[in-house]
């Protein structure tokens, strides 16, 4: 383990991270807090709110790579605090076998964090995030029934329920996600609409392998055969957009489903052309109309989703 530590605050204890994921104390104290207790969170931004700072918030399940940190770094840039959490949230999982291989790296991510100069970290256990059961139902019409609101049934109450929940925890000025995550990225904006959180919700562009492949903390299941192979979603997302303006979308989709099943280790689970604000199917190339090819692809058993608008 490397020699970090950070301030926890845990019922107005300070604990070592250390202390808390190994159960033994070390002696270098840097400067980002970690808090568990979402009443000491609040605590703690409240008075850096009333001393007039703004909030930048980055909410995450862990497993971090330079993806996330990107997030964290803009966060930082345009906010007086970046603020980010860790929370292998268990509502958005539909799968129990997919929660339980979930990668959890808590201590690298911490640094990770600490390195990126990430003032703090919340990270709850299930009892914090939910002391009740969770009853509420988010009504999205057509933005959670297609694609991956299909294919995984109650995820994105799931995720609406947590984001919502945070945003109550933090009550960030400005909240950052992946683009990679497009759907979602549509889903929060829509609850935060719901909901009237004063968030700003800023989606920021997918950061990507020097080979293509989007970033993402399930890469890490991947096996050695299958990393290699996977660099085909987003080369058949690149020629989607050079064939699209002169073929239909069914045609497009189905070059891209073709390319990518072309390896033995991928298969795609779907493949659609949509607008980007109602995630309404687009059968046609039209100029200065926006289309975003969204894709979700099976490598043995982890899923991979990706997307590129392919007439921008
Ligand atoms: O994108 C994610 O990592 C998660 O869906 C989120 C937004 C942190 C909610 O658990």
């Given at each position: 383990m490397q020699n970090y530590s950070f301030f926890c605050y845990y019922s107005n204890n300070h604990y070592s991270f250390a202390d808390l994921f190994f159960g033994q104390w070390t002696d270098c104290r840097l400067h980002m807090r970690i808090f568990k207790e979402r009443k000491l969170l609040t605590q703690w931004l409240r008075g850096e709110r009333s001393a007039g700072k703004t909030i930048g918030f980055v909410p995450t399940m862990g497993a971090l790579h330079a993806g996330h940190l990107a997030l964290v770094h803009r966060a930082r840039r345009e906010n007086d605090l970046g603020v980010c959490s860790i929370f292998v949230n268990?509502?958005?999982?539909?799968?129990a076998d997919d929660l339980a291989t979930y990668p959890r790296m808590p201590a690298k991510d911490l640094a990770l964090l600490e390195s990126a100069e990430c003032d703090a970290v919340f990270c709850p256990d299930t009892e914090e995030m939910y002391p009740e059961k969770v009853q509420k139902k988010f009504d999205f019409g057509h933005l959670d029934k297609v694609m991956e609101g299909k294919h995984r049934k109650g995820h994105f109450n799931g995720v609406a329920i947590v984001v919502d929940k945070l945003f109550n925890i933090v009550t960030p000025h400005r909240a950052y996600f992946g683009e990679k995550d497009f759907q979602q990225l549509q889903i929060i904006r829509t609850m935060v609409k719901m909901e009237g959180h004063q968030t700003a919700v800023v989606g920021c562009p997918t950061v990507r392998e020097s080979d293509g492949l989007a970033m993402s903390?399930?890469?890490?299941?991947?096996t050695s055969e299958q990393r290699k192979e996977a660099p085909r979603i987003y080369k058949a997302l690149l020629k989607a957009k050079q064939l699209f303006p002169a073929q239909s979308a069914e045609a497009t989709q189905l070059q891209v489903i073709s390319d990518i099943n072309a390896s033995p280790l991928l298969e795609v689970e779907y493949c659609e052309i949509v607008c980007?604000?109602?995630?309404l199917p687009i059968k046609q190339f039209r100029n200065g109309k926006v289309a975003v090819c969204c894709v979700a692809v099976y490598a043995g058993t982890v899923r991979l989703i990706d997307n590129l608008a392919i007439n921008s």
């Open positions: 268990p509502i958005q999982f539909d799968k903390s399930r890469n890490a299941r991947l980007p604000d109602t995630l």
